[in-house]
């Protein structure tokens, strides 16, 4: 077994037993909505009216529920599954996003297949080896933007395994390794701007446009990963080891990692496949901002860049043109879960009648409860306790793209009644969710890391809380930046 499975095993070994599977959690929310559908009386905004608590008005029929539906137009539990797979269009939530979700996966496949993402960051380590800080700064740019572009969570644990004998060589104690890998991916990942896997998703369930609102999270993306590396060399400097002491026992193992790194050098292949993804991403950037692209155009630039690294793969004698197919697969099939999460939940919407504000739902009679209860409140308020709601939600369910599809619907239309644009909702998703998974237990990606690094719970939160704290201080300003900037 290689040195990233030995990683990914243990990461598995680390990973809580008692956090139950996000389908599970969602088939036991559609149950709840089942269970409250009879009781709950329907109610809708006036149409044509902003959506006010002054313009609610309550149904005169319920929302018809069965356990099984056999024609169009009925809703059934039974059907919840059928019935959010084909909902929507090729813009829209569930059959858009689905339709993007894969082909980006797949586009991730042939692009990890390559091996210029992996020979591109142990290329790092040989670049920077002699300045420990330069390489520090680098590794946490680095996976920061794994964390913000590519969604990277557990395949940081790989990366870590590989560079954790070089950290103990000099002189940094494992937590380090943790920081500038996971830590790192998950400050990206909870900053994106065009993270597919959860703001994009959040997006369009809030009928936002894909990648709107880049400007402010590209510098919070700064912001952010600057406050981490400051972080991580501040605690690196101080828990360094005296050259006396710095990693003798591990230094035959750390010579071994250096010289796999050494003998993989960046082939024409591989810059040829590193800059086709920036030039991807400054594709879509360009595409959004000036062209008005949207989900169909964004996951054929997408496909674009995976038949761009597959070509080179195959040319290049990497793999198989029938291995670059099944690179594309295997991408397609990792994200298989993702999919199903967004058709349940938008099963669930159907289940409470569906989220049309101006259509008779028990959605609409829950946001009106909750809009009438908040009453009163200001914006900052609100807005500060979205994220603050989502960062307690983070702890149950830890998957951003299921917490988007159960949350951002509610979350979204509660705005509208409270002040609060929906792409500050998203803005208070993203936080809530992503920078919480460097504190939770219920996270088995954090589980695993610290499990590979030998640090247990408690010792790694001691560590990082006061860069949580930091963070979390950091969110909530960058929340009433945008509400009182009117975020959009």
């Not at 990963?225 to 400097?237: D, E």
């Amino acid at each position: 077994m290689s040195s990233a499975e030995d990683a990914l095993a243990a990461g598995r070994a680390g990973a809580p037993a008692r956090s139950p599977d996000t389908l599970l959690i969602l088939l036991a929310a559609a149950l709840l909505a089942a269970a409250i559908v009879p009781f709950v009386p329907a109610g809708y905004f006036t149409p044509g009216a902003a959506v006010a608590l002054d313009t609610f008005h309550y149904a005169d029929a319920r929302v018809p529920l069965q356990l099984f539906a056999s024609g169009d137009g009925e809703v059934g539990l039974l059907n919840l599954l059928f019935d959010g797979l084909t909902s929507g269009n090729r813009s829209a939530a569930a059959v858009g996003v689905i339709a993007f979700v894969l082909i980006v996966g797949g586009a991730f496949g042939l692009v990890q297949a390559s091996g210029a993402v992996d020979r591109g960051l142990t290329q790092l380590v040989t670049a920077t080896g002699d300045r420990p800080t330069l390489l520090l700064s680098v590794l946490f740019v680095a996976f920061s933007l794994g964390g913000a572009v590519f969604g990277m969570g557990e395949e940081t644990i790989a990366f870590l395994a590989l560079l954790l004998p070089l950290v103990r060589k000099l002189g940094y104690p494992p937590e380090v390794g943790v920081m500038v890998t996971y830590l790192a991916s998950q400050v990206g990942f909870g900053t994106s701007w065009m993270n597919p896997f959860s703001v994009a998703v959040a997006q369009n369930l809030a009928g936002l446009p894909l990648l709107s609102g880049a400007g402010l999270r590209m510098a919070m993306w700064a912001t952010f990963t600057v406050v981490g590396i400051a972080y991580t060399l501040h605690y690196a400097r101080r828990h360094r080891a005296p050259p006396a002491l710095r990693g003798e026992a591990s230094a035959p193992v750390a010579s071994t990692v250096e010289s796999t790194v050494a003998a993989a050098p960046l082939e024409r292949a591989d810059w040829l496949v590193l800059a086709a993804t920036l030039a991807t991403v400054a594709w879509i950037v360009w595409g959004v901002v000036a062209g008005g692209y949207y989900i169909a155009e964004i996951a054929s630039q997408f496909f674009a860049l995976g038949l761009f690294a597959g070509v080179v793969a195959v040319a290049s004698g990497r793999i198989t043109a029938n291995g670059a197919a099944e690179a594309f697969v295997n991408g397609v099939r990792q994200l298989v879960p993702c999919a199903l999460v967004i058709a349940l939940a938008k099963g669930i919407l159907g289940l409470l009648g569906g989220s049309d504000p101006h259509a008779p739902s028990v959605l609409n009679t829950l946001l009106f409860s909750l809009g009438s209860s908040l009453q009163g409140t200001p914006e900052l308020l609100a807005a500060q306790g979205m994220l603050v709601a989502q960062s307690v939600f983070n702890l149950f369910v830890t998957s951003g793209s299921a917490q988007a599809a159960i949350t951002m619907p509610l979350m979204a239309g509660l705005g509208d009644l409270v002040g609060v644009t929906r792409q500050t909702s998203v803005l208070a998703f993203q936080l809530g969710d992503g920078l919480t998974n460097v504190l939770i237990p219920t996270s088995a990606a954090m589980m695993g890391a610290i499990g590979v690094a030998g640090l247990g719970y408690t010792q790694w939160l001691r560590i990082v809380w006061r860069l949580a704290l930091l963070m979390g201080l950091l969110a909530m300003a960058f929340v009433a930046l945008a509400v009182l900037t009117g975020y959009r």
